[in-house]
Every structure is written in structure tokens, then in C-alpha cells.
């Protein structure tokens, strides 16, 4: 998480209620390998916990993807993710979280998107705070609020969701909690 962060960027975690970020290379490094019947992808595991910890602190957590795959299901199960698209080519994220949106009866300001790149422009144009990670390529970071010093698959989400969980006041009694 960054020593400093700004008041605005502080006012903007603090009203997040929905946490979406996009899978490959963002809960991934990127890579996926293939192999007979199935696909394999690493995930980080405190970026998990990161996620486990967001829905007990009340937020809502999903994942936008336009690559379906078994093997982030698998994932978003296990870690019992609420929302889970994985579009393919037939919506672009953005009509995808805005269909979200409308069912959730929440606005873009609500949101959080972590993304890495072009294809999550959209997203990270509109979200009340949109974090790229820090291999992003160049135009996500440009249209993001904030860019992790963690790479994508490498605790950015994270850094992501301990930002919010911060500004929200709900990291220290997490702390406080697994400290006994």
C-alpha cells in the first residue's frame, strides 16, 4: 500500500461498495498454460485473503473477464466470489458491469476496478476509483487513479483492497482480530 495517500484518492476508497477487477494479469501475472484437457493459472494467495477480507468487511467482489476459463471459475468459486462474468467477445466490461450495476442498483462512483489493459479502458474511464497495477501498460495507468507498486498476479489486488479497507476503517480491526 502507498506510505502517502492523498485525501481525494482516501474519499474515494472510502465510498467503494463493489470491488471488480479483471483476471488475467490482474489476478494472474498473465501467463496461463495449457495442457491436455485442462488450463492452469496461478493465483496469489494474499491477494485471495485480500478478497475474503473485502466481502466480510460488507463489500460486494466480482470478477470481469472477456476470457472464459474453467480454471478462474475454480478460483472464484473456491473464494466464493459474488459476481463472476466471463463474457467472451459477446459484451464489451463495461455494458457487462453496467447490467451489474443496474441489477445491484449501485453507480460507477461505487465501483473499484482493477485493470491492466486496453480492453479495461472502459471500466477504469468510469469507475469511482480505478486502479491499474504496475505492470500495467501505459494507457491503464494513465486512466487510473492509482497504480500499484505490486505487478498483477503479485499482490496488486492487495494493495487494491487494503487501500479501500483502510480508508473504510476496517483494516485495523482485521489486524486487531488475527493478532489474538
Known amino acids: 500500500m502507498p506510505a502517502k495517500i492523498s485525501a481525494a484518492l482516501r474519499q474515494r476508497a472510502a465510498r467503494i461498495k463493489l470491488f471488480l477487477c479483471d483476471v488475467d494479469g490482474v489476478l494472474t501475472d498473465g501467463s496461463i498454460f495449457i495442457g491436455g484437457e485442462r488450463?492452469?493459472?496461478?493465483?496469489?494467495?494474499r491477494d485471495g485473503l485480500g478478497l475474503v477480507l473485502a466481502r466480510r468487511a460488507g463489500l460486494k467482489v466480482g470478477w470481469v473477464s472477456a476470457r472464459?476459463?474453467?480454471a478462474t471459475k475454480l478460483r472464484a468459486d473456491e473464494l466464493k466470489i459474488d459476481f463472476l462474468v466471463q463474457q467472451g467477445d459477446n459484451i464489451s466490461k463495461t455494458a457487462a458491469i453496467e447490467n451489474l450495476l443496474a441489477q445491484e442498483?449501485?453507480?460507477w462512483n461505487d465501483v473499484c476496478f482493477v485493470g491492466d489493459d486496453i480492453i479495461d479502458l472502459g471500466p477504469l474511464t468510469r469507475a469511482g476509483l480505478a486502479i491499474a497495477v504496475g505492470d500495467a501498460?501505459?494507457?491503464a495507468?494513465?486512466?487510473a487513479h492509482l497504480v500499484t507498486k505490486n505487478a498483477g498476479g503479485r499482490g496488486a489486488v492487495r494493495e487494491a483492497i487494503e487501500l479501500i479497507l483502510r480508508a473504510?476503517?476496517?483494516?485495523e480491526p482485521f489486524a486487531k482480530k488475527y493478532s489474538e
Request: no cysteine.
Open 168 to 171: 473504510q476503517k476496517q483494516w
Open 137 to 139: 501498460v501505459a494507457e
Open 105 to 107: 442498483k449501485l453507480s
Open 39 to 45: 488450463e492452469f493459472k496461478r493465483f496469489n494467495i
Open 68 to 70: 472464459p476459463s474453467l
Open 141 to 143: 495507468k494513465a486512466a
